[in-house]
């Protein structure tokens, strides 16, 4: 078909869908889509203007072949074949208004399925049959743009007007003959909705929302003795604390190309008035528009956004500035983030993907690279003021995605963190510091981190740093693409030295997992393990604050020399403090209580990042080819991986008491410890990882008996039951890594990850109570350090 479309330019070819909005790989003539009433797509661009709640309609050609003469949608356009939405939602709105935005000026509300069919005697032999996926975005304008503006495409548009949203809506549902009938009762009512809730919502309503968002986190000011440093390390920390600061830059663009824009808008409006101050203290938190806590639910829209002025859009009209418009984001947090093109799917990106060697295969579905779309490239270099001949190629590549190195796409902020980090390593008095900062740096430059995690590794310092890409929970599409992130501390060398037995153990650990031996590991690497007294972080450190990590994460290092282990004592000890213990309290039996203490908190804590090292990482699938669980478990992998740390961490203490490691006055301790946690971290939400392992562990546990609850809405811990149903749920999640069963996984997450009432009933519990849900770090250091 795509030879066909080729020969016969003058002819629109459309991609036939499936009933479910997939890509069969089919092409075929716009008409021969009408007459067959395959499913195809299309775009609707509503343009909206703030200042008086109007609609741009636009008053169809005489000479469509669909409701000629009629008022409709501002802009609208079929997606040709091989092309993508965004792009062509720009496109029609140039062709047939005049009107050039650039993508961030374009918000994706929703898609509407519009399923009908009418006669036409032009086409088809009267048939016209319209199964249509349509892409519904707003473009909003401060105030309406001049009629006068626009430039119409005859054979298209033959007027415009703005409409009150209302009046607008009115006419459509009592069905006025001058309008393309759309049901204001069915799907695209959402439009009008979604409008009058964004500008009918009331100031103090909206403070009072936020102020209760922004209660579930205990500000916490975290300090750590600096007296123990060189002189030439406190140099270095204000160097780094710097670095981390362009590193937060980043962070910040990989989750929305307009989260920058945004952030910046809030802050220089944050005293404007107590919402202002609101909406700013609660995006520092989340770092986006989207609440952490919330199931990623937006609790910003648009129209709280920044504000750009685009002077050349359109035709030039005497006394006007140009366009005045919000920087878009979605109500819905795009889940593959600022990584890939926004109206890229998973299908479109396999199909990219198996026409790639193997070689490019790797890189498409590794940690630090984007993927990008050639056709918004051109479209994005266009539009700016610098755009030579070259950018004007409109030919159409045989694929539209290709892949960008971080260290290409954020260039000039790595550029400036490898330069302060480059300084820092000349300021340090420690060997092993100074060789982790400038590999680093050389890697933020080169794009290669593998030196530079080797590094991390082998860091042996009392200035501790961690610093780069490495998590991959941002990814929700794939989970292949690493954010950045930095953790700054100073070593606690006592509590270091007696965590030795856990990391000289991980062989031992992984000889007796409960799994079968063909999938065991006969070369698990002893893992470091460092304490810190955290200082300051940046990056991904949004919404609820880790407490440890196991890094790289890359398979390669893992499987070469292992991982380490960074444990962040003093943010333990408050969520210990302003968390677990007030959850013990309110949600644990009387008789139970008691045994809820930090020991076995922190104890656990070491034990989860243990056992991220250990169990199946790379794999063999069943037709004997190498693989790595990540990359067959995709985006299931993340809140899996956090299961399994969790309980076989459970597992592996109650191993080491049993092997006179660990005393067994833990026990009881451990295991209601680990019940209370489990009430912590669900209220993070089930679509963060964390919180979605946790649901999983906390309902299986619930399921085999391990957890009662009691008539006075208080749980308690079996002890005859727990030990089993912990190795059980341990087998059944290392089972389905080692075979990289992503169907298997599926199905577990889908029965277990899920609010039952026994979880609801503890989180009403705890909010009744207002038990913090998280903390809110405060970083005195960082007062130090001039911007």
Known sequence: MAEAASAHPEIEYLDVLTSTSEKTGICKPRGDVHRDGDYHRAVHVWIFSESTLELLLQKRADCKDSWPGHWDISSAGHISAGDSSLVTAQRELEEELGIVLPKDAFELLFIFLQECSFQCSEINDGNFINNEFNDVYLVTTLDPIPLEAFTLQESEVSAVKYLSYDE??????????????????????????????????????????????????????????????????????????????????????????????????????????????????????????????????????????????????????????????????????????????????????????????????????????????????????????????????????????????????????????????????????????????????????????????????????????????????????????????????????????????FGDNLQVLEQNLPLDSVYKSQDVIAAPIRVIQLVYNAGDVKGPQTVAFNLPNDERIVKDRGTSMVMLKNVSEAKFKHILQPIAAGCISREQSGLVDFDSFFTHTICHECCHGIGPHTITLPNGQKSTVRLELQELHSALEEAKADIVGLWALKFFIDQDLLPKDLVKSMYVSFLAGCFRSVRFGLEEAHGKGQALQFNWLFEKGAFVLHHDETFSVDFTKVEGAVESLSREILTIQAKGDKPAARSLMDRYCKMTDPLKAALQRLDNIQVPVDIAPIFPVADLVSE
């Not at 989750?255 to 220089?268: F, G, Q, T």
């Not at 989207?290 to 504000?307: G, M, P, Q």
């Not at 300021?427 to 900062?437: D, I, V």
């Open 168 to 501: 607008y809506k009115s006419f459509l549902a009592k069905e006025d003959p001058e309008y393309v009938p759309y049901d204001v009762n069915g799907q695209y009512g959402q439009l009008f909705d979604i409008v009058a809730q964004r500008y009918n919502q009331k100031t103090m309503d909206r403070s009072l929302a936020l102020q209760k968002k922004i209660r579930r986190y205990a500000s916490v000011t975290l300090n750590a003795e600096l007296s123990g440093l060189s002189n030439g390390d406190r140099e270095a920390l204000l160097l780094v604390i710097k670095a981390a600061k362009v590193i937060d830059e980043i962070f910040y663009l990989q989750v929305w190309y307009n989260n920058p824009a945004l952030r910046d808008w809030l802050k220089e409006h944050a005293a404007s008035s107590e919402l202002d101050k609101f909406k700013w203290i609660y995006y520092s938190i989340n770092k986006s528009p989207w609440s952490c806590l919330d199931e990623n639910e937006a609790f910003l829209t648009t129209a709280d956004s920044a504000v750009k002025l685009l002077s050349k859009p359109a035709k030039q009209v005497s006394g006007w500035k140009g366009i005045e418009y919000k920087a878009a984001f979605p109500m819905q947090k795009p889940p593959g983030a600022n990584f890939y093109p926004p109206d890229m799917d998973k299908k479109e990106f396999d199909l990219w993907k198996s026409s790639l060697s193997k070689d490019e295969k790797e890189e498409a579905t590794g940690f630090f690279n984007v993927i990008k779309r050639r056709s918004q490239f051109c479209l994005d270099e266009a539009l700016s003021i610098a755009s030579d001949e070259s950018n004007n190629n409109t030919d159409k590549p045989v694929h539209d995605l290709f892949i960008v190195p971080y260290s290409q796409e954020y260039r000039a902020l790595l550029t400036k963190a490898a330069e302060l980090l480059h300084k820092a390593g000349n300021s340090t008095s420690s060997p092993s510091l100074k060789r982790l900062l400038q590999s680093k740096a050389e890697a933020f430059l080169s794009n290669d981190y593998y030196d530079s995690d080797i590094a991390w590794m082998e860091l042996d310092s009392k200035l501790d740093v961690t610093i780069g890409p490495y998590e991959t929970y941002e990814d929700t599409l794939f989970g292949y693409k690493a954010t950045f992130e930095a953790f700054i501390g100073i070593r606690d060398d006592k509590a270091t030295a007696q965590l030795k037995l």
